[in-house]
């Protein structure tokens, strides 16, 4: 039997003399391996001329560089490892590594190959993951369904970061694969593609600095042409593999994995939940003023306004982009006292900023950042909340991840305890713990690009960051814009992150734009026709699915702490809870959102019916309350008022009063709904919304859990501050109040 390395006594052994030496790109190498979470493991195999010891990788904490476990120059016998809960075992000729879980399963296999490339198994399972965005179609016939966009599988990935002005919107890549047969793997070093085109086997082929070849044109500058956005040159040490395995068959665990290695998410400010409407083409600050007035009187919920800057469109809030100042042709009025009427009808105000002159901005360099955020702080002091930095697709990617840390530190150091906000178009893995609110770009209105969106909006979820929305009708208005794709869509954005209405003729961007019988500023050479614009319905349809969210602000917000906690996102592929399902596995039309609703966007126009997959368990339609038996395909009828949403048997769900902003308080107790048919489990977690307080420990962590067969809701505090107050316990035609005063109560139902 061949002997083994065998744990930590001889796990930094030097290999006999004899054994031949570990090599890259044909100079001496040398493999390192580390742990990676509690159920990865970090192969660094790197020349021996390298110093940096682990390499350097903005995406990555501290918590992702332990000392290695061992370490290998020569070898001619198989050296073995475990790694937390994992296995790892090392071969040579070529250098082949095998990583099992601890009843020695394989999770993933790799081959260094000489050349400086990387094979790795598949397994006839989905592909998900690469972050968002995807390949962009030639034509309009040619766009592919979204199953195709959510599989990765079939096709080589470029990773090039670009804008894209297509259905799937800008491309932000990230080198993270997500094997739903189990395993995760993330090519942290160097940048290269991901060739998932054979069956059985995927393969990684590494840029080198100066000749690469993306989509077969060879580029010398990475800073020209279709080399834009990758790693600095520094980055580049010829040889040098850095590449994390991760055991994914419990996927909750890889997504904590993740988190720990990339930074946990910070909380947002609640009113970032809140709906947000963006504003394009502006006629002075009373019409600013009057659209907020609008929505209160129209009792459409409302967190935050964004307008567009000049030169993105005829006439924004400033003098032509980049610009700091504000646009005298608007503001009629001294600016500061606009935005305190704003604020006064409790709406936030996000300005659309872009870095100066398109220059690439020296944002690692701290001197310059501070000097660039300084020109912020007039603004910050006139009472702008929140900020919308665009373009940057020439950035590189470590300065990508420098642009939110910039407008997450900017702002603390204006207004020291007060939780800052941006949405970037630009990002990748390791923003989070920035914000790292991402938008899907410059999509087109169209009912295919909607489709699209619940695929990319969920590889991006697994891949990039927990925060991820888009363009509610779409960017570009195209002729298929009417008040039906809008409903759907608005529908779907009420399930997502980011929740935010933006696009080209804005007035329709409007929820109650469709029933306004004009169009508003013209800005295509197709806006909707002014028949489309005479449906009131659109207006009444919207309102309902603003009042949902504003409903789930206790849900969604305990989801955010979720993402801090755990690394789950808010859109969750349907494989993250149930990775035993094979038809869950592969499917990017729906989606839960959270562990226990589960959304299906109808994009079909003229729909009468969606078929919808329940995995197995009970589940309970949200809109009529019937239980149906999952473990199969079931059609739901739909309006056009009705986007289908399930509830899980054992879930626990928080409703709230409805509200027309995050802060209004509420006049009704939290209502709790429980579904029977299972036992479940919810925590409610809750804090001040806006300070960074709940750093300190500074918030309330309520547990519920629900016995089913002793139909018996326990309640109980999960944190040493716990807050008193009322519930409303509701279990179908049941209710119960309960005066709640922070210590466990248990409720029969």
């Not at 080589?156 to 094997?179: C, F, H, I, K, T």
């Not at 409302?302 to 469109?313: N, Q």
């Not at 489709?451 to 891949?463: F, K, R």
């Not at 954005?493 to 209405?501: I, L, T, Y």
Request: with cysteine; glycine share 10%.
């Amino acid at each position: 039997m061949s002997p083994r390395l065998l744990f930590p006594a001889l796990l930094l052994a030097t290999i006999a003399v004899r054994a031949e030496p570990v090599t890259s790109l044909g100079l001496p190498a040398e493999l390192e391996v580390r742990a990676a979470g509690e159920h990865g493991a970090r192969l660094t195999l790197r020349p021996l001329g390298d110093k940096e010891d682990p390499p350097r990788n903005p995406a990555f904490v501290e918590a992702a560089n332990p000392e290695p476990l061992l370490r290998i120059q020569r070898l001619d016998v198989p050296a073995t490892v475990k790694v937390g809960g994992i296995k790892v075992e090392v071969r040579p000729g070529p250098l082949r590594v095998t990583v099992s879980d601890a009843n020695g399963v394989a999770i993933q296999k790799l081959v260094f190959n000489e050349d400086g490339s990387v094979d790795f198994r598949l397994d006839g399972q989905p592909v998900l993951g690469l972050g968002g965005g995807g390949p962009k179609p030639a034509k309009d016939k040619d766009w592919r369904m979204a199953s195709v966009e959510f599989d990765r599988r079939g096709r080589l990935e470029e990773m090039l970061p670009r804008w894209q002005s297509d259905a799937y919107g800008s491309r932000n890549p990230v080198p993270l694969l997500v094997g739903t047969g189990g395993w995760g793997l993330l090519f942290a070093q160097p940048w290269g593609r991901i060739d998932l085109r054979e069956p059985e086997r995927g393969r990684f082929l590494p840029f080198a600095a100066n000749d690469f070849s993306p989509g077969g044109q060879t580029v010398k500058n990475q800073q020209q042409n279709l080399g834009k956005g990758l790693p600095p040159r520094s980055a580049f040490v010829p040889g040098l593999v850095d590449v994390f395995v991760f055991d994914a068959h419990e996927p909750v665990d890889l997504m904590k994995d993740l988190a720990t290695i990339s930074g946990a998410a910070v909380m947002p400010p609640k009113w970032a939940l809140g709906y947000m409407q963006s504003h394009r083409t502006l006629e002075d600050d009373a019409q600013m003023v009057g659209i907020v007035d609008t929505f209160r009187e129209k009792r459409i919920p409302l967190d935050a306004v964004i307008y567009l800057g000049t030169g993105f469109t005829p006439r924004g809030w400033n003098t032509k982009q980049p610009s700091f100042a504000f646009n005298p042709e608007v503001f009629k009025r001294q600016p500061e006292r606009v935005l305190a009427d704003l604020h006064e009808r409790h709406a936030k105000v996000i300005l659309h900023m872009v870095p100066w002159d398109r220059d690439k901005l020296p944002l690692l360099d701290e001197a310059h950042a501070s000097a660039y955020w300084r020109q912020h702080v007039g603004l910050v002091k006139a009472g702008v909340d929140g900020w919308w930095p665009d373009e940057g697709d020439w950035l590189d990617l470590y300065e990508r991840i420098e642009r939110h840390r910039l407008y997450y530190e900017g702002p603390l150091s204006t207004q020291l305890n007060r939780r800052p906000w941006s949405l970037h178009r630009n990002g990748t893995l390791g923003i989070a713990r920035w914000g790292g609110w991402i938008w899907s770009g410059d999509t087109r209105s169209t009912w295919k690009t909607l489709e699209t969106q619940i695929a990319v909006g969920l590889n991006s979820s697994l891949s990039l960051s927990p925060y991820w929305g888009s363009d509610i009708g779409g960017f570009f208005t195209t002729p298929e814009l009417t008040g039906e794709l809008y409903a759907r869509w608005f529908q779907f954005g009420a399930f997502c992150p980011s929740f935010r209405s933006h696009g080209q003729d804005w007035w329709a961007r409007l929820p109650w734009g469709w029933g306004l019988g004009k169009q508003g500023p013209i800005e295509t050479k197709s806006p909707p026709p002014v028949s489309e614009l005479d449906n009131p319905e659109i207006e009444k349809i919207t309102r309902r699915y603003a009042e949902l969210r504003y409903q789930l602000l206790s849900y969604n917000y305990s989801l955010a702490w979720e993402a801090r906690q755990m690394g789950l996102p808010f859109m969750r592929t349907l494989w993250l809870h149930y990775p035993d399902d094979a038809k869950a596995g592969g499917l990017g039309t729906e989606y839960l959102w959270g562990r226990d609703l589960l959304i299906a966007p109808v994009f079909e126009k003229g729909a009468k019916t969606r078929s919808v997959y329940l995995p197995a368990s009970a589940w309970y339609d949200w809109w009529t309350g019937e239980k149906i038996e999952g473990g199969r395909e079931v059609t739901r009828e739909v309006d056009l008022a009705t986007m289908p949403i399930y509830a899980r048997a054992g879930a626990i769900i928080p409703l709230d009063p409805v509200r027309q902003y995050t802060d209004e308080p509420a006049k009704e107790p939290l209502a709790i709904h429980v579904y029977p048919g299972a036992d479940g489990a919810f925590m409610l977690y809750e804090d001040d919304g806006n300070s960074l307080d709940y750093l300190k420990g500074k918030f309330a962590l309520t547990a519920f859990a629900w016995d089913d067969k002793a139909r018996t809701l326990t309640i109980r505090p999960a944190s040493p501050t716990a807050r008193a107050q009322t519930f409303r316990i509701v279990l179908g035609g049941r209710e119960k109040t309960v005066a709640y005063r922070g210590e466990p109560v248990s409720i029969g139902l």
